[in-house]
Every structure is written in structure tokens, then in C-alpha cells.
């Protein structure tokens, strides 16, 4: 059996579980971190950033199922689907910063927040990115339409060829996400 099959990467038994728990990622850490790393410097050329990817998947691997057998039978299909959407949500949280600071940079000088605020507001768009990516793209769209662009439930029902109910549920939803990653910050401060 190769390195890359299936069980090198399960804990082969309770007591070697016990002993190291995390033997099963540190063996797939060990086999492919660095492919890993350069298929992601090769498909976002920087090293940098591959780098930091790299490292979040196998983070994400950890925290994911803490001491659990790692059940696929195609590891590098497995890692790079994780990198790859750690890199989408690198390019939109990038992506959403870039559009705040053009924002900033259209401000007067006396009217532009702290550098302490602006680092709040980014960390507090990112999260609302976070939410209204778990959203239904019809819901997310109404959501942004209502927010962002001032569209009456009429208006967005009509442009997204909807009812007005239909509008009314897809904003309560995203509401509700809303709220509770208010209530979530609220526990965390």
C-alpha cells in the first residue's frame, strides 16, 4: 500500500489515539505540505500567501475533527479542496477591503475614522461577508438590495421577478444570520 492510500492517514488503534491523537494529520502534514504549498504558489503566485493557505488548511484539518480518523481515499483532492476555498475567502475578504479603503479614500481627512476604527469596521464587514456567503444567493441578493442600495421589498420583489412574501422570507433570514453573529460578538466581549 502507498503512502498516499487511505489508511496511512487513519490512527490504526485506541492506544496509539491516545498517545498522539493528531497522528494521522501530522503524517498527512509531513506527506504533503510541501505539494500542497506549491500548487497554491502556482495558482495564486505568491509565496506568501500559499504559504499562509498552506498552513490554514492543515488548521482547518485539526479543528475540524479533533482526534478522529480522516476518512478520503484522495488526500491531495482533499487538501486542495480545503486551500481552495481558504483562497476564496482570502480574495473576498481582500476584495471587500479594497472597496472599503476606496470608500476611505473618497473621505475628507478630518472625517476619516482612526486606524483602530477602521480595523473594527473591516473585521466587522469580513464577518458579514462570512454570513451572507452561508446565504442562499437569492436571499443574499435581497439582503444587499435592502442594505447597500436602499430598494424598497416592492421594488427588489420586481427586479428579482419574486413575490413580495418571497422577499419578506429571504430578508428575514438574512436578518436572522445577522443576528446571530451579533449575539455571537456580544458573547465574545
Known amino acids: 500500500m ?8 487513519t490512527v490504526q488503534s485506541t492506544s496509539s489515539a491516545n498517545r498522539h491523537p493528531n497522528q494521522a494529520i501530522d503524517q498527512l502534514y509531513s506527506h504533503h505540505h510541501g505539494w500542497l504549498q506549491r500548487w497554491l504558489h502556482k495558482r495564486l503566485g505568491n509565496a506568501a ?9 492543515f ?3 485539526l479543528s475540524s475533527a479533533p482526534g478522529e480518523p480522516l476518512n478520503f481515499t484522495t488526500p491531495r483532492a482533499y487538501l486542495a479542496t480545503i486551500a481552495n476555498r481558504l483562497s476564496i475567502n482570502l ?13 476611505l479614500a473618497q473621505t475628507p481627512e478630518d ?15 469580513d464577518e458579514i461577508d462570512q454570513v451572507l ?11 444587499l438590495m435592502a442594505q447597500l442600495e436602499g430598494y424598497t421589498q416592492e421594488e427588489i420583489a420586481r427586479r428579482l421577478s419574486l413575490s413580495v412574501r418571497s422577499v419578506q422570507r429571504y430578508l428575514a433570514r438574512a436578518f436572522e444570520e445577522c443576528i446571530v453573529l451579533a449575539s455571537q460578538g456580544a458573547r465574545h466581549e
Open 111 to 125: 472625517l476619516a475614522p482612526s486606524p483602530e476604527h477602521q480595523a473594527l469596521v473591516l473585521e466587522a464587514l
Open 91 to 103: 480574495y473576498r475578504r481582500r476584495s471587500l477591503e479594497q472597496a472599503y479603503l476606496a470608500t
Open 49 to 57: 500567501d500559499a504559504g499562509d493557505l498552506a498552513q490554514d488548511t
Open 59 to 61: 488548521v482547518r484539518l
Open 2 to 9: 502507498n503512502s498516499h492510500s487511505y489508511l496511512s492517514y
Open 133 to 143: 456567503a452561508l446565504l442562499p444567493a437569492k436571499s443574499r441578493q435581497a439582503f
